[in-house]
């Protein structure tokens, strides 16, 4: 059944029918798209802007968004970035009017899959559409089968991504953030699978990282962390407690050392927040990442423990250079951040990517720091 802007807030959505978002600030533009995308026999909802469309994305999980670069409120450009970093596996085709070489290559450093100019050449769109659907529910099925069995036949290796403390540049904790097999390198929780990694999979990361943060530490890299992703989880949360427990006596890390990374959208599920809890009670770190400032995250960190936050600092740049409000700046920035040092939360520099965010991370007063403008991820073996 077609769903209209209209039934945007309690639509009827089949789980077996693909799911297009469509983000567009021309009511006559989205109405054509609807057309078109019910007439292809998916389904539809649409949104005026990017925070309506970040709305939808978070509520619905869709199949595709098709977004608009020039929006107001917040453009398509950082509207694709956030829906990139926190659900990678979500398709993004960007549609606009902007065709020349700087902002098409935007639009694919932000994280687009791909780009239609208007005026649209609605066949070819249709074509596009039906391509990304097809190629990504082809790559979800091939990565369920293969990643799971190579993680639990211990057929991969590691590769770490260092974090520095940037008052000196020292190297303070590492992160296991890519898994290599074959000739394949993605990230360590793997935006393709569509369903959660078994728990003997999750185990033999887990200790296969803490066994390589031992050797990188043999080897002379003087660390004092390692920080650990929070897998998505669906089974008893205390089973995922315990195994963490576990990893202590069997590889000999002290439990102190380790930080564990829970991406903020995990925080809106119920499963997931009494998993968090959970954790919070072991002696460990605890950072989140993928960090929005909603109100509703600050109310959860300030009534649980957090030990750091996670700021998209290419987001925030591009912020500060885009936006033609003189009263948003650095300051402005700053106050939003109040509330957190106030809890003694840390603030690390996230995916900083230009010596100019290095420069935006300590005006923010950011502790720590990652990003390929930092240091490069790097295995063991190469260390």
């Not at 650095?330 to 957190?340: A, D, S």
Request: hydrophobic share 40%.
């Amino acid at each position: 059944m077609p769903i209209h802007g209209s039934q945007r807030d309690t639509p009827s959505i089949d789980p077996d029918v693909p799911l297009i978002i469509i983000a567009d600030d021309d009511p006559s533009i989205r109405l054509m798209l609807h057309h078109i995308i019910v007439k292809e026999r998916y389904q539809a909802l649409e949104a005026s802007d990017g925070r309506e469309a970040l709305d939808l994305v978070e509520k619905h999980k869709p199949n595709l968004v098709l977004l608009d670069a020039i929006m107001p409120e917040q453009d398509g450009f950082v509207t694709c970035n956030i829906i990139k970093q926190k659900y990678p596996e979500i398709p993004v085709i960007m549609i606009t009017s902007l065709d020349d070489d700087p902002s098409v290559e935007q639009a694919f450093r932000f994280g687009a899959d791909d780009y239609i100019t208007k005026p649209i050449n609605w066949s070819v769109l249709k074509h596009r559409i039906g391509r990304t659907l097809q190629f990504n529910q082809s790559a979800q099925r091939q990565a369920e089968n293969s990643l799971e069995s190579q993680i639990e036949q211990n057929k991969y290796r590691l590769l770490f991504r260092p974090r520095i403390k940037l008052s000196d540049e020292s190297i303070v904790a590492v992160e296991a953030q890519f898994i290599h097999f074959g000739s394949e390198a993605r990230p360590l929780i793997n935006p393709q699978c569509a369903t959660p990694l078994s728990l003997k999979a999750i185990k033999n990361l887990m200790l296969g990282a803490c066994l390589n943060f031992k050797q990188l530490k043999n080897k002379g890299l003087i660390t004092d962390r390692l920080i650990l992703p929070v897998f998505p989880f669906i089974d008893n949360p205390q089973y995922y407690v315990d195994m963490i427990r576990n990893i202590v006596p069997e590889t000999g890390i002290d439990i102190k050392s380790l930080e564990l990374i829970i991406n903020e959208n995990y925080l809106h599920d119920p499963v997931s927040r009494q998993l968090y809890s959970r954790l919070a009670e072991l002696p460990v770190s605890i950072t989140i990442s993928q960090f929005s400032f909603s109100l509703h995250s600050l109310n959860y960190l300030l009534k649980n423990r957090c030990n750091s936050i996670e700021l998209n600092i290419p987001m925030i740049h591009h912020a500060l250079a885009n936006i033609s409000d003189d009263s948003v700046d650095i300051e402005w920035f700053k106050r939003l951040l109040t509330p957190y040092k106030k809890q003694q939360i840390s603030l690390i520099a996230a995916d900083i990517e230009y010596p100019e965010e290095i420069l935006l991370a300590n005006q923010l007063d950011c502790n720590e720091a990652w990003g390929i403008a930092i240091k490069p991820a790097f295995s063991p073996e190469n260390y």
